[in-house]
């Protein structure tokens, strides 16, 4: 399986700031993506991010909010623009292992926005 | 796009007796189905998955099942364990990963 780290772990900000969000992945993986998981709640897809080309976005979800960088196939940064409380959620970076081709997640950046 | 209904959202079993989570899916074109275990702060991990061209996956005491025609999947955990309390997700793709996820069971085992 894919090892996944993510940077933060946690977070508190004040509304109006941003905060980007790193992924790193032990491995070259085709397939990256953005989650979003809200308290006591579901993951919800945000985007897919592409090496090379622009992210692509969920319904409800714009890139000006999340810009997304993917410069090569281990890595990705999530950028929460101008926060609100209403972001205070836990987002999760998930990759689809080639060789098991299976989905795997990161363990989250919990982001408290006060 | 894509939905999927997960079904119940709260669940309590005693120990030793069998837990059952049902789901089902909108999009006729996914074909990829796994199911998720989340424990409180952890990430979602895998437990297990099935691909739309097998009826049935078991592994140990976790078993799917699906019925296409209907468009229902299943998780069945037999002989619970006060360890199997979580929250557990399934979740549809239709390929390419995009993995649309049910709202989640809480379930409880009682020692």
């Known amino acids: 399986s894919a090892v996944i780290s993510q940077k933060p772990s946690r977070d508190i900000c004040q509304r109006g700031t941003s905060l980007t969000i790193q992924c790193q992945v032990d491995s070259q993986v085709t397939m990256m993506f953005w989650y979003r998981q809200q308290p006591g709640q579901s993951l919800t897809l945000i985007a897919t991010?592409?090496?090379?080309?622009?992210?692509?976005?969920e319904s409800g979800f714009v890139i000006d909010k999340f810009p997304i960088s993917r410069p090569n196939l281990t890595f990705s940064t999530l950028t929460v623009s101008n926060m609100s409380p209403e972001d205070s959620s836990i987002y999760l970076c998930?990759?689809?292992?080639?060789?098991?081709?299976?989905?795997?997640f990161g363990p989250g950046t919990r982001l408290t926005v006060l | 796009g894509e939905n999927v209904e997960q079904h119940p959202s709260t669940l309590s079993v005693q120990e030793g007796d069998s837990a059952v989570i049902k789901c089902t899916y909108s999009?006729?074109?996914?074909?990829?189905f796994p199911w998720y275990k989340q424990e409180l702060g952890k990430r979602p991990q895998l437990i297990i998955d099935i691909r739309s061209n097998v009826g049935e996956k078991k592994d140990q005491r976790i078993a799917v099942t699906l019925n296409k025609t209907a468009k229902h999947f299943s998780l069945h955990i037999t002989e619970t364990q006060p360890e199997d309390s979580a929250v557990y997700f399934c979740a549809a793709s239709a390929g390419g990963f995009k993995t649309i996820f049910g709202a989640g069971t809480r379930l409880f085992v009682k020692a």
């Open positions: 991010a592409n090496q090379g080309s622009e992210a692509t976005y």
């Open positions: 998930s990759v689809v292992s080639s060789s098991t081709d299976t989905q795997y």
């Open positions: 999009d006729s074109a996914s074909n990829y």
